[in-house]
C-alpha cells in the first residue's frame, strides 16, 4: 500500500496550492480519505476529510479556504488550499481508513510554508 502526497511548497500569504495524495494498493473508492497537519511543536490535527459516499468535513480553521475532493478513477485525493496563512504552515499528511474514523494507512507528508 502507498499513499504518495505531493505538491507542497513555498507560498506568499494569500496564495495558492493544491495537494495531491495518489494511492495504490487498496480499493480507493470504498474508504474515507483525510488530510492531516502537524506544525512544529504541535499534535497532529485533522484538516479535511471526505467519505467514500463524497461526504466532507473541515477543521474550523480551514472552512471556506480549503477543499477536499477525490477522483476515485485516479485513485487520488486533493486538497485545494486558498487564502493561505503562515498558520497554515505544517507537514501535511494524507490518511485512508475503511472503517469509521480510524486510519489504516499513512501518506509520507509534504511541507507547506506560508510566508507572511
Known amino acids: 500500500v502507498q499513499l504518495q502526497a505531493s505538491g507542497g511548497g513555498l507560498v506568499q500569504a494569500g496564495g495558492s496550492l493544491r495537494l495531491s495524495c495518489a494511492v495504490s494498493g487498496i480499493i480507493f473508492s470504498v474508504n474515507a480519505m483525510r488530510w492531516y497537519r502537524q506544525a512544529p511543536g504541535n499534535q497532529r490535527e485533522l484538516v479535511a476529510g471526505i467519505t467514500s459516499g463524497r461526504i466532507t468535513n473541515y477543521a474550523d480553521s480551514v472552512k471556506g479556504r480549503f477543499t477536499i475532493s477525490r477522483d476515485n478513477a485516479k485513485n487520488t485525493v486533493y486538497l485545494q488550499m486558498n487564502s493561505l496563512k503562515p498558520e497554515d504552515t505544517a507537514v501535511y499528511y494524507c490518511?485512508?481508513?475503511?472503517?469509521?474514523?480510524?486510519?489504516?494507512?499513512w501518506g509520507q507528508g509534504t511541507q507547506v510554508t506560508v510566508s507572511s
Open positions: 490518511a485512508a481508513g475503511r472503517l469509521g474514523d480510524r486510519n489504516d494507512y
